[in-house]
């Protein structure tokens, strides 16, 4: 049934009184000059205030002003329904269907101003590429070529041929089962730390299929990965400048990265239409797990049937789920709050954290060899306590990180503390770092291949000490940015970190200032299952957990160790494993279809 031409939220209805209000003053107006016109002499001109009643013509100039204009928004309004109509006729799947049960005021049906906004925001994410520009057949496609990752044993990576007409040529099981395909998107650290942590869970598994690591923006050149290159400079440069801003600017992006509602998901669904091409050499019988909601819908939109949309954070909102796939979620609570905003119950389970396998299988012991070292700093050993601290992929944090790293010179120069510094692929956090350093005379090493970050990890894990107290590491390679945090958490005592998905992590941390208010709700859920702190705003709170784990005083470092093990233990970590794992049943035929 087709939607009403007019389905007005509160926004419109303040706009329609406004028009009236206006339109019956002005013709009050209008109505006083013409009986006073009998009285008074015309005014020679129209735009003279201070002739007789100029002012009276003047002040029904503008009434009649603001009329036109609120009739012009009106016409506007309607077009945009019009737009959104003409825009989505050809989805795959209806999203205002799927949030059209909303209670909570973020979904049910789109409003006129809704579809504008949808509009305006797919107008600024694509560019001059028209939703018309699709292709109706969904037939167009980029040759691929899989290629063994030279990081990763077993893992395939998917990269566009060289010639356009070659034949793609993809791995496949021995029974000629299509691969697992693992989809990302390269936009921060954390979309593919998320991926990578589930291909590490997807080799040798029962069905024989390879694992094949699918990153949208690989696939290039193609006028679709450069519309998303787009969209993650625009977000990439939001995070900076407003973490460095702080104050208001911080504030606003805060409650923008929170506001994600339909429209949102909208607007995320019709680029998820655009960007089929680069989905569209692969198999739709594979199963797809995806660590991004664009590159979910992408799947849904290209035809895949078996589309897995691991949701990212533990902030409910439309945006981070996906119409036409199951949907799993980290948390019980995150699970609940997207049930009450009407998710339906066979698109959304409970999985668990999104882990690395190599963490996951060694918490005991790398939790005993922590506990081991805290009681060995208690009885006033020598036991540096070992602190990871990562900058995100979108480069932000460095003022608040800079100052972390200044206030803890003194316990490093006094041997308390072992500091590994992330600057991963962003020279200026580098820079930034060593600038500290330098000023404060610390000896720092520097590392600067995945070769170097795993020889690092197997000193640590030995018993033996860093070159120095202080490690920078460094890179030129995207990779090894995003992979040396999940490298070193073995073995180091804490993560320090701001409450991303590194939050969900299986070891101990410290949550300092997030970037984006959405985050918010990853530390709350860490403070809360024990494995973590809540969120320190101020420098000043990350040091008093910092003295309380350095003396012992507490057994903050233990406690959170044991909460790890117990939590382990429940399968709490055990997402990625889950998410494979439900990928292969949903293609055997083992779940029911997911609509």
Known sequence: MPAPLFIFGPYEWAVFSLSYVTAALFLAIVGFKTILAYFVPTAPVFFVLYIYYGHIVAISAVCGFIVALNLAWQVLLCSARSWYRKATANNVVSVDAFVAKDPTGTGGPITSF?????MAMHRTAAGNRSLDNRDPTRTKK??????????VAGLFVSVRAPDLAATTELPSGKGGEAPLVIGTIRMGFGHHRIAYAAASWGAGGSDNRPVLFHDLLSITPSEEADLIKDMDKLYSKGSRLTSELGGAAEKAWGAATK??????????????????????????????????????????????KHVINLVIDNHAQWFVVAPGCLNLVQGPGNYRDLRRMGVPEENVKVAGHWCPRDLV??????????????????????????????????????????????????????????IFLNAGDHSHMKDAFAEVLDAAEIKYAVVNSTAGVYGLRDTLLAGDCPEENVTLL?????FPAVATTDILCRAVDVLVCKP????????????????????????????????GTAECRTVESVLDYVRMMTTGEGDVLTQMCEYV?????????DGCRTAIKLAREMVKGVKNKVV
């Open 114 to 118: 809704g579809c504008l906004k949808v």
């Open 474 to 478: 460094a890179f030129d390679d995207y």
């Open 259 to 304: 506001s994600g509602d339909a429209d949102s998901l909208r607007a995320t669904y019709q680029m998820g239409e655009l960007v089929t091409p680069l989905l569209g050499s692969l198999d739709k019988e594979s199963p797809i797990v995806c660590s991004h909601t664009l590159v979910a819908c992408a799947a849904v939109a290209a035809g895949f």
């Open 142 to 151: 980029y040759p691929l070529v899989a290629e063994e990752s030279p990081h």
């Open 565 to 573: 093990k117990i939590m382990g233990k429940a399968g709490v970590y």
């Open 500 to 531: 991303s998905e590194l939050a969900f992590y299986c070891l101990p941390k410290i949550m300092i200032r997030r970037v984006g208010d959405h985050e918010a709700y990853s530390a709350t859920r860490c403070s809360e299952l024990g494995d």
């Open 361 to 418: 299988e060694n918490i005991v012991e790398d939790c005993d060899r922590r506990i081991k070292r805290a009681a060995a700093r208690k009885s006033g050993k020598n036991s540096p306590l070992r602190l990871l601290v990562p900058v995100g992929g979108a480069g932000a944090q460095r003022r608040f990180v800079t100052k972390l790293l200044a206030a803890l010179v003194p316990s490093v120069k006094a041997g308390d503390v072992q």
